[in-house]
């Protein structure tokens, strides 16, 4: 199929009917492999995760904060982001900020390399190799749940530790840690729970990880085809930012409940199910629990989409630096 559409394009090109960065963006997608755009995409989530972990480690605290039902008078320990930001650096050093980094790190390898290297085949198997044209942004939904889940399947084990890690405040003295590093949280969790333990919250990280790759993949390709579109705009900086900034917008929106029953399982062994997650924090703290975190949440993953989809667009640029023309 591509490279049928890109000998149309091509013609097309030479006829003046088509916008140069239209066919840039097509000519850089068909000659890129999947173990190519897994190695990009790999290394892009990665540099993302780096730069804006402190953000997720404030919104998980803040997500694992229960309100104490009747509780009038004790305030919450952790309120707002810069003010659960600045908490965690005063009680817990600095570096407290990046825990669970390597475990993040570990997920965004296979994780972010997986759901945006299977993304452009899932596609192409969806509308079939002959297909020409700009695929419907249904398709784009569909293919992103798709990689979304399967990814999240492989990858549930870096995420339940590096939940874990990240939920673990200052312990008073004299009370031992629960893990002394992402390896040992790792055998920690499978000597004490069992191996499957491991794949805990596995049904809500399934359907957040699902709805937000499909928020944040479809709506990135949909905002940029819809940008290149605009005379005067190109395959640009510009448009990677505006692009990545719709995202991480769309994907908060969508996602933010199941991200916090998702948190709340892996950080708290207590819950029966997700079902009952989801009704206990609902008849304990109202439908706005859902949402809490929400404003560190958007920052988060408007940050990391911004940075994840830039590095990524100028890794492959630099991977594959002949197929630019710009």
Not at 249 to 254: D, K, M, N, S
Not at 270 to 286: M, V
């Amino acid at each position: 199929m591509v490279a049928n559409e890109a000998i149309f394009l091509i013609t097309q090109f030479h006829t003046s009917q088509l916008p140069i960065p239209h066919l840039q963006f097509l000519m850089a997608d068909l000659k890129f492999s999947f173990a190519e755009t897994f190695l990009c995409s790999a290394f892009a989530a990665c540099f993302a995760e780096f730069c804006t972990i402190p953000l997720d480690t404030a919104k998980v605290r803040l997500q694992l904060q229960k309100k104490a039902v009747g509780d009038e008078v004790n305030l919450p320990k952790y309120r707002g982001l810069l003010g659960t930001m600045a908490t965690i650096a005063k009680e817990e050093r600095l570096s407290a900020l990046w825990k669970g980094i390597v475990a993040g790190l570990h997920r965004q390898c296979i994780y972010g390399g997986l759901r945006i290297g299977l993304y452009e085949p899932v596609k192409t198997l969806l509308v079939g190799a002959d297909y020409v044209g700009d695929i419907p942004l249904y398709q784009k939904i569909i293919a992103a749940l798709l990689t979304g889940a399967l990814a999240i399947t492989v990858a549930n084990p870096t995420d339940l530790v590096k939940v874990r890690l990240q939920a673990e405040g200052k312990f008073p003295a004299g009370i031992a840690r629960r893990y002394y590093g992402t390896l040992d949280a790792y055998y920690t969790i499978v000597r004490e729970e069992g191996l499957a333990a491991l794949w805990t919250g596995l049904g809500p990280n399934i359907a957040r990880n699902a709805i937000v790759n499909a928020a944040e993949l479809a709506s990135y390709d949909q905002v940029k085809q819809t940008i290149l579109k605009i005379p005067g705009f190109s395959d640009n900086v510009l448009t990677h930012l505006l692009a990545g900034l719709g995202a991480g917008f769309f994907a908060v929106c969508i996602g933010s409940p199941i991200d916090v029953v998702k948190s709340r399982m892996m950080g708290d062994s207590g819950y029966k199910n997700t079902l009952d997650c989801f009704i206990r924090t609902l008849r304990n703290e109202g439908f706005l629990a859902f949402y809490k975190g929400f404003v560190p949440n958007f920052t988060r993953l408007g940050s990391w989409n911004v940075v994840m989809f830039l590095t990524l667009e100028q890794v492959k640029k630099a991977f594959r630096g002949e197929l630019y023309y710009d």
